[in-house]
């Protein structure tokens, strides 16, 4: 044949290597997709300049002068299990088959051109980790997703106008983005937890310190959600929540900063479960394994999120058949 199928389906659609490739699709609590909600400026409240092509990232202080105390909180492998972090993410109409996702971290007292992270565990959960319901439906505990890193150009410090005594920035606590593969995994519209855990190349190295989503002039950023499961045999996931300075402050919900990577499904392709830029008849056998099973809403081959396998997710998958993504 001149041309295949799928290469006349392509055209036809209108879809085009482009079309296709990878973008950051959802960056937590930022109105920016492409920037983490980290940055507070390249001047501290207290008019100190960061480092020549670099900003700060300052715990901020709101209308009534508490400020946020926690620069940190850790989300690192300790004692057989140790810290892991989750927050939300939510997929529009069509969904999204996600590649990458930059995460955020730093090692006090590090230097910027030493970098103590090598190992990322990743997995995606139907609801919130620890909730009755909620279920794993990618990702392991065990298996590395580390693909690199890069200074994010982003001293975490405390804040420097807030009493009793206002600390004074420095260039202790450099952040850097670590990326990490998922897999090119599927995932239809709904809301998702991504949960994650460091480890390290040293083992002398004890703790990894992410930075909550800092957005100025607030403690916390709007309907802040993240978890955190703790170490030891009695851990459990709980809020994450900032104290406060002075001791008098509340406790405020934090969000963390991440960045998903990826492409949102073209129209018509809905359906390619195996991720291969194809509806066909291996996405078919795939649902048919399945078929007639209750899942976890989520799974690739409950199409239409119901929470089962069934005739309706069939009629999906054979609506879009043959067509290339």
Known sequence: MAKSLATFLAAALGISAAATAAAPLYSNASSNPAIPALATGTTSASGVAAPAGAKWSELQKDAAGFSNAIAGFSSHAAGGSGFRFADDFTVPTGGWRLETVSLYAYQSGAPATSFPFDRVTLRIWSGRPGDAGSQIIWGDATTNRYLGRTPAGIYRVFSSNTLPLPSVPDTLRPIWKIDASLGNVSL????????????????????????????????????????????????????????????????????????????????????????????????LSVLLGSFGSTVPVGTSGDLNNSGRVDGSDLSVLLSNFGNAC
């Open 188 to 283: 239809g519209p709904g809301r998702y937890w991504l949960d994650w855990q460091y480890s390290f190349s040293s083992p002398t190295t004890v703790r990894a310190l992410v930075p909550a989503a800092t957005l100025p002039g607030t403690r916390g950023t709007p309907n802040a959600n993240a978890v955190q499961f703790g170490a030891g045999s009695n851990a459990v996931w709980t809020p994450i929540v900032d104290t406060g300075k002075p001791e008098s402050a509340a406790d405020i919900a934090q969000d963390l900063p991440f960045i998903l990577v990826g492409v949102v499904a073209p129209p018509g392709c809905y359906g390619d479960i195996n991720s291969d830029f194809r509806v066909d008849g291996r996405d």
